[in-house]
Structures are given as C-alpha cells and as structure tokens.
T-cell receptor, first 114, second 110 residues
C-alpha cells in the first residue's frame, strides 16, 4: 500500500493551460510538502502545509496554488503553464507539527510543457 | 544561493569499494542533517540522518561522519553494491525548512 501517492505520473500539456496534480498520504502524517526537481536534479521546496495550514510558501509564482482539503491530501494547481514549469514535482510528508524534513516522498509527477 | 554544497557531482566505484560523498554548510542554525537516496523514476527516500551533537552514525553499510567545527559532513557507503547505484542528496534543516545539496550520482561497477 503506497504511503504517498501522486497522480498523474506524467503530464504533457501545452503552454498556457491549467493543470492539477493530486497527492494523498496514508501515513497519518501532519505535514505535507511540494518539491520541484529541475533537469539538473536540484530539489527545492515549494510549499509545506501542517494540518491544512500553509507553513512555507517559498517564492513560488502565484500561478501555483496548493490546496489542502484535509490533513491527508495536498493538491497542486498550476495556472497558465510556462515552458520553465517543466520539471518533476514531488509530494512528501512527515510526522509531527514541528517537522521540517520530509520522511516519505511520492514517486513524482513529470510535467512537460510543449 | 545553495546553502549546502555537495561533492563530487558523480563517482564510480568498484563493487566492494567505499563511496564517499562530502557536504559543507555555512548556516550554524542547521540542526538536522539527513541523507536521501533516489533511484531513477522514484522519489527520494530518507536513508540516514544525524544531529550535530553526534560525530558519527552508522546504519548497516551507511555511515555519516559529522564535523561541527568544520561545518562539514559526509556519507560513507561501505562494501558498495550494484544496487547502491543511485543519486544521493545531503540536506540540512533549520527551524524553517530543509535545504538540499545538488546530488551525487553513484555508479557501482560489478
């Protein structure tokens, strides 16, 4: 049973479109994250949520909007997609309200902008 | 600006050899230093972690060495196996967030 699951695994779309990535964790963790991994494999935090409350918003364009309907879900909606948004997006989770380091990552969503 | 500097970018080691990856940081507020292992097409997986009050931590074939005064830490993979071929990331956390190094691709030749 997958601990952190993301859908879709691959997303290919045109510039200017709007798309969403869904994430669910079944670990009962309090904190969830979105990370972006670029083509050079560099990992950078985008957002973190603790029990549905936004904790970190790391200078991400406001075209990116995270939504946490409950503690187990953190979705990412992206408006007006740009070429530079092409990357792999990882959802992650960790236990404890004061946690800042992800313990479990999903397998990623590879976003390709044409 | 990268807060954690990682080297080398890649390394090749023979089966049974030792892989060594080094990381350095400047921010003295960092208080947690994890390592992650990532296989192609998968998310990073937490491998081992250390806090600055400990100079060494060992889990199986993986050892973290930590030098607080030099602000450096390293991962040693003993008896490297082909299944250890992956990208390894060091990271450092303060009260706010986790910052990653740039990653090291390790290839273990049989």
């Amino acid at each position: 049973d997958t601990a952190v699951s993301q859908t879709p695994k691959y997303l290919v779309t045109q510039m200017g479109n709007d798309k969403s990535i869904k994430c669910e964790q079944n670990l009962g963790h309090d904190t969830m994250y979105w990370y972006k991994q670029d083509s050079k494999k560099f990992l950078k935090i985008m957002f973190s949520y603790n029990n549905k409350e936004l904790i970190i918003n790391e200078t991400v364009p406001n075209r990116f909007s995270p939504k946490s309907p409950d503690k187990a879900h953190l979705n990412l909606h992206i408006n007006s997609l740009e070429l530079g948004d092409s990357a792999v997006y990882f959802c992650a989770s960790s236990q404890g309200p004061g946690s800042h380091h992800p313990q479990h990552f999903g397998d990623g969503t590879r976003l390709s902008i044409l | 600006q990268q807060q954690v500097k990682q080297s080398p970018q890649s390394l090749i080691v023979q089966k049974g050899g030792i892989s060594i990856i080094n990381c350095a940081y400047e921010n003295t507020a960092f208080d947690y230093f994890p390592w992650y292992q990532q296989f192609p097409g998968k998310g990073p997986a937490l491998l081992i972690a250390i806090r600055p009050d400990v100079s060494e931590k060992k889990e199986g074939r993986f050892t973290i060495s930590f030098n607080k005064s030099a602000k450096q830490f390293s991962l040693h993979i003993m008896d490297s196996q082909p299944g250890d071929s992956a990208t390894y990331f060091c990271a450092a956390s303060d009260d706010y967030k986790l910052s990653f190094g740039a990653g090291t691709t390790v290839t273990v030749r049989a």
